[in-house]
Each structure stands twice: as C-alpha cells, then as structure tokens.
C-alpha cells in the first residue's frame, strides 16, 4: 500500500527521523494558513508547496514550488490544486491533486555548503536480507544514476540475525562523505530509519533526497513509503491512510469484493484461482503471442457471484480481446466454477470477447461437460497448452 508523502513523514517522525516539517492543506485558504502556522513554529520565511500524489518527478512535472511570499503561497497553492500532475511515474494520464504539502522551507543560507543524498530500505528478496541502498548524488532520478555512474550507487546488506550493525551506519555515512557533526547525525538517522522501514513493516521507504543543511542536519525531506498489504492487520492506523482516490478504481473494486486484481497494459484477460497458477497462466499468454491484461486471483470459492464479479472488472478494459479462465479444483470443485461461469455469462448477457475455459482438478470431467453443453460461445481446454493455443487462434 502506497501513502503519500506527509503520511510516510509521520510514520519517521515517530520513529525519531528528522524530517522536513509540514502541514497538508485542501486549499488555498487552508495553505496560506498552513504557512502562517509553520512560521510560527520554525520561523522560516519562505516554504515549499508539494502536490500529494502517489508518484515520483513531481517537481519536473511542476508539481513542487518554493514560495516567498504568503501571496505566493495562495497563487502556487490556486495553481497546484485541482491540476493533474504528468510525471515520468504516472504515464501520460497524470494524477488528479486533491491536497499539498506546506513544508518549511530547509535550504536556508548558512557557512556550510548544503548537500543530498539518496537513501532507500527494501528486501533484497534474492538473499533474504534487507538492504540499504544509498548514492551520494541524491535529489535527481536514480535511475540516472545508476545507468550512468553505477559505481555512485552503494548497498548495505542487513542480516536478519543480528539486525542492522553501528559499523554498518558508520561504513554508509563515510561512504556519503561525511564527516564531524554531519557523520555522527546520519549514523543516528539511518538507525532510526532501519527502524521504522522495520517496525512499520514496509516493503520500501525511499527518501530522495536526504538533507545536510548548511549547518549540517541530517533531515528528510522527501518520503516515498510502500506498506506490506499482508501486514496492514498489525496496523490499523496506517491501513486508515490510504487514498483510494490515488489507487485503480478498478483495483479497488476487486479489493473490496476480496479478489486480488492488479491491471496490466495487454489484450488477453485472465481469471484464474491461486497467485502460482496465475503468474504460470500469464507466461503461457507470453508464449503464445498474447500480452496478460491483468492479473486476478478469485481465491478457493470462485461461485457464480465471484466470477461474474471477475468478468465486469476484466471487461472494464476496452484492450481485453480474449479471457482465459483457468482453475485448478482443488479446495473448489471444477463444476461449481463452470457453472458459475455459465451463470455468470447469462446474467451478463451477450460478451462478444472470446472466453477460453480450463478447469483441472476435482470433478473437471463433469465441469468440461458443463461448459460443452451450455450452448454458450465458451470454449473449454483441458491442458494448459491447449488453452494458449485456442487463445493464440482467436487472437490472430
């Protein structure tokens, strides 16, 4: 689950992470108030105005502003607000902005240079060990980066036995060239970003950029946080910040009717029980010369219901030329899953898109049976391969 930035603030500052401070405004009322308040609190005289969307590149996209005046405040604010923010990360549609971010403002003058870093936790799902991944040319896209100077990317790899070690914060810190002051705060300040990556049970924290400021602080002014959806039950006040407004609405549909559904740019769409069976049915797709449109796990009880569910989200996307079902009856019984397919497809009406149907597993004979005697345009495949290829033949 993605939140947004001010939402992945809060969870470091509980956690003790200096960050850039801020406050989340609806509209430019509220921002220029925002402002006033953060005055007050910081004594910053100047503040930056972010757009709340669950992408990257906001300022290239003219998204992120600095403001001088509280008339500057309103008019970026007037002028964020309500735009639909085009960044390399949302594709060519864009976001909607529904709010900002009134952040201090934390490049302020001062003896010492100011210098950013990029900073990211994640799993390292080939070693099973968590992993620190840090550049010291942050605030530009790391896949610059690491395309065009790899030797400027760094890892720390953390072992789950003993967690993340002091010699470990001081190798990253050195490695960032740091030093005094500086080194001894970004020690402190991976240590407690470790923890919170850790504690709040997040598949990712990317921070981009970390700050030094000229008086050497090591705060972070940017969050990019994506929470382990398996782990939301340990949770419930961050399972509270998620913004359906920011997800699929299609994606949300499926969520709240307990299918797991993520959409994908190909034309064949896939219905099938089981997260192995699923990945296994879209690399057939591949090979048979389709592109998977989606990938949608109805779980152990595909009844009539679910499946027609399944349909009206697979046949929202008008680039959907060929629906492949595929069901392994093992908890579920085939001939529960064909009639409702069936059921489904009679309630629906008429679907001109081609429906390849194979079920396997418990009672598949009687489910192929089913399916062969319906009279409907749905064709039914007992192997895998032969249902790749029935949809490679309506595809061509």
């Known amino acids: 689950m993605n939140i947004h930035e001010f939402q992945g603030k809060s969870i470091l500052n509980s956690y003790g992470v200096a960050i850039q401070r801020g406050i989340v405004a609806k509209t430019a009322d509220e921002a220029v108030e925002a402002a006033k308040k953060i005055t007050e609190e910081t004594g910053t ?15 290239k996209g003219g ?67 968590n992993t620190i991944m840090y550049s010291p040319d942050g605030g530009v896209d790391i896949e ?28 990253i810190a050195f490695n960032l060239g740091l030093s005094g002051k500086a ?35 090591i705060i972070a002014v940017d969050a990019k946080v994506d929470i382990e959806d398996n782990a939301l039950y340990r949770h419930p006040d961050y399972a509270a910040m998620r913004d359906l407004n920011e997800e699929d609405p299609t994606e949300v549909e499926a969520m709240e009717a307990g299918l797991s559904f993520v959409k994908l740019d190909g034309n064949v769409g896939c219905m099938v029980n089981g997260a192995g069976l699923a990945m296994a049915t879209m690399d057939i797709i591949k090979l048979s010369g389709g592109n998977p449109a989606n990938f949608l796990d109805v779980g152990g009880t595909a009844d009539a219901e679910r499946v027609e569910k399944a349909f009206k989200m697979i046949l929202k996307d008008t680039n959907v030329k060929a629906i492949l079902v595929n069901i392994f009856g093992g908890i579920v019984r085939c001939d529960r899953v064909a009639q409702g397919v069936v059921d489904a497809y009679k309630n629906m009406g008429n679907i001109e898109i081609p429906i390849i149907v194979r079920l396997q597993g418990t009672n598949a004979v009687e489910a192929k049976k089913i399916i062969d005697d319906s009279g409907l345009k749905v064709e039914s495949a007992i192997v895998l391969q032969e249902a790749a290829d029935k949809v490679k033949a309506v595809l061509s």
């Open 45 to 59: 005289g100047w503040w930056v105005i972010k757009a709340q969307i669950h992408a990257g590149g906001r300022g």
């Open 63 to 129: 998204g992120v502003k600095l403001a001088k005046t509280l008339d500057e405040v309103r008019s970026i604010s007037e002028a964020i607000l309500g735009m639909t923010l085009v960044t390399h990360q949302t594709g060519p549609e864009g976001k909607f902005v529904n709010q900002i971010l009134i952040a201090e403002d934390v490049y302020y003058p001062g003896e010492t240079e100011t210098a950013e870093f990029y900073m990211s936790v994640l799993l390292n799902r080939e070693s099973g060990r």
């Open 144 to 171: 610059t980066v690491a395309e065009s100077t790899p030797e400027r990317i760094f890892k720390e790899e953390v072992d789950p036995r003993v967690g993340l070690q002091g010699f470990q914060t001081r190798r």
């Open 183 to 217: 080194f001894k705060d970004m020690v402190k300040f991976i240590s407690k970003l470790y923890a919170a990556y850790v504690g709040s049970d997040s598949a990712m924290f990317e921070i981009n950029p970390v700050l030094k400021t000229s008086d050497n602080k």
